[in-house]
């Protein structure tokens, strides 16, 4: 079953060679992923801590608020036409034609296609923020005040990002993932800090998002500073800017923003429909469970964004078998990295929420369902990132959105129609996206890349499903064995599993040469020690 998947780190026991830019950002895959890994620990953690200090300071309805305010917002990303997407793809493939000119043009026209994207999220924000009262009035009662402070401080948040969004392209085109994400990991730390402290002190939803203002704030600046160090001869001036190229930008965004308007309708529109007839303190209970599940998926979707500039810069070198390759490797990885948090989630769902935010969240079967609804999705991350930067995601797109347009019909029915609560919310959610993700992109992927669909399943699949059965056997016996008592569960079941899965990805999925070096380097420093304590 041996699975190497990891060819392209340097093997610690050669000599270095002299450093040699590689502009497809092949070089600098490993550390991408891992520093987009890092970062997102810092969401993570927050995801954790922040939902519980303002379910014990300010109320379970009053973070249902703080929810509700975030799914109306989202719906004003859809100004920028989705062009921002496009940048860190035109942005790597100029470079890696030695085309400065070019990479100025784009993203100039870039930035002033979202300037005026921003101008129109102001706009829409003071419209959100007047028409609260008259749309839920009923639902948030004394907290519609609260709302409507919450909605326009982090519609100004989303248009500074969107004003900004450029410079986020150019860094991560320049293939400096570790810049970007430590960018964010940094401020966004010091955004939690100063909410936590507000929230002990007293302070309500409108200093929480006054708080996350002042963080995104500080967070574009920075990026903009950062941009033109990693990326040299950047000129972002209006006169650069070409209406040819912000068309073609468009073109590509336009998918993109299919894709981004799907995922609205797939998450915040669901959303606002418990809102609208379950109410506040439901949608605060959906929405933890929701987010398990959505820090899992970023964490792949991490990955798969590297692998946009890339696939971009390799197109452009026309390097189609390497392309070939990095499809199957990259999918593989990924299976192996969402099989087993999926399992975990969906098996250990009770005992994760009743230790996180405590009984009254505790509400396991919808967590499971949304976490094997969203397998297949996070095990195709890699194949849409591929997909994107060889501007050939349009069809996922308009697939998606199909998907998602089926999961608001099925969420009016099963929540607002029949009456099956949370449960019918989850659904509505899983079903569309497992059955799009699971059955058209491995499809339409393949016949793009010129692969047989038989070989790429097997090669992606085979490895990671023999690793997960005993992992989940052990899982399930945790469970079983400690259903009485959550930690207990968690420290038996998951515990027993992850050592289990450690050993056996340690002796399949880990290159050869990897664990050499590895054990070769243990052996060198436990011998020195020995020395030096004889």
């Given at each position: ?5 990891i ?25 991408n ?130 004003a ?13 993932w570790d ?22 002190s007293?302070?309500?939803l ?57 995922r ?6 669901n ?22 599940v ?37 999918s ?31 509400l ?45 019909v ?7 129609i ?6 019918g ?31 790429y ?78």
């Open positions: 079953m041996s699975d190497p998947i060819e392209s780190l340097p093997d610690p026991s050669e000599p270095p060679s002299p450093p040699v830019e590689d502009l497809s950002g092949r070089d600098r895959m490993a550390w992923v891992i520093a987009s890994w890092l970062g997102q620990m810092v969401f993570v953690v927050a995801g954790f801590v922040m939902p519980r200090f303002m379910d014990r300071h300010i109320g379970q309805a009053a973070l249902g608020v703080w929810d509700f305010g975030w799914s109306l917002v989202s719906y004003l990303s859809l100004a920028q036409g989705g062009i921002g997407s496009s940048v860190n793809r035109f942005v790597a493939r100029h470079r890696a034609q030695g085309d400065q000119a070019g990479l100025n043009r784009a993203v100039a026209s870039v930035m002033c296609v979202q300037t005026a994207a921003t101008a129109i999220v102001l706009l829409l924000t003071c419209l959100a923020t007047w028409l609260v009262p008259s749309l839920l009035s009923g639902q948030l009662r004394e907290q519609v005040g609260d709302a409507r402070w919450v909605v326009f401080l982090l519609g100004m948040s989303l248009a500074v990002q969107m900004f969004d450029s410079y986020r392209g150019v860094i991560t085109g320049c293939h400096r810049l970007h994400n430590g960018i964010n990991a940094l401020f966004y730390t010091l955004t939690v800090v100063a909410m936590i402290c507000l929230l002990i007293g302070g309500g409108r200093s929480q998002a006054m708080a996350y203002l002042i963080g995104v704030i500080a967070t574009e600046i920075t990026r903009a500073v950062v941009a033109y160090r990693v990326c040299p001869g950047l000129s972002v001036r209006f006169s650069h800017a070409s209406r040819h190229q912000a068309l073609e930008m468009l073109v590509f965004g336009s998918k993109t923003l299919a894709g981004s308007l799907s609205l309708l797939l998450y915040q529109t959303s606002l429909i418990i809102m609208a007839v379950l109410g506040p303190a439901s949608l605060a209970v959906y929405s933890r469970s929701r987010s398990l959505s820090h899992a998926q970023t964490s792949i979707n991490k990955f798969g964004f590297v692998l946009t500039p890339m696939a971009g810069s390799l197109q452009a070198a026309d390097r189609r078998e390497e392309l070939r390759r990095l499809l199957v490797t990259s593989r990885l990924a299976t192996y990295l969402s099989l087993p948090i999926v399992l975990v989630l969906a098996i250990m769902g009770d005992p994760l929420l009743h230790i996180w935010m405590g009984p009254r969240y505790q396991g079967w919808v967590l499971a369902i949304l976490a094997i609804g969203h397998l297949t999705e996070m095990t195709r991350q890699p194949v849409m990132g591929i997909l994107a930067g060889l501007n050939a995601h349009g069809r996922l797109a308009i697939a998606g959105l199909a998907a998602a347009l089926c999961s608001v099925l969420g009016f029915l099963a929540v607002g029949l009456g099956w609560g949370l449960v919310a989850a659904v509505s959610v899983a079903l569309p996206l497992a059955l799009v993700n699971g059955v058209y992109v491995p499809v339409y992927a393949c016949r793009r890349v010129a692969m047989p669909l038989r070989r399943l097997a090669e992606i699949n085979r490895g990671p499903l023999l690793c997960a059965i005993p992992f989940a056997a052990i899982l399930l016996l945790g469970r079983v064995y400690c259903a009485d008592n959550a930690y207990r569960a968690l420290l038996y079941g998951a515990g027993g599993a992850t050592l289990i899965l450690s050993l056996l990805y340690w002796k399949y999925v880990v290159p050869p040469r990897i664990r050499g070096a590895a054990i070769r380097g243990l052996r060198h420093t436990l011998g020195r020690r020995l020395l030096e304590q004889a």
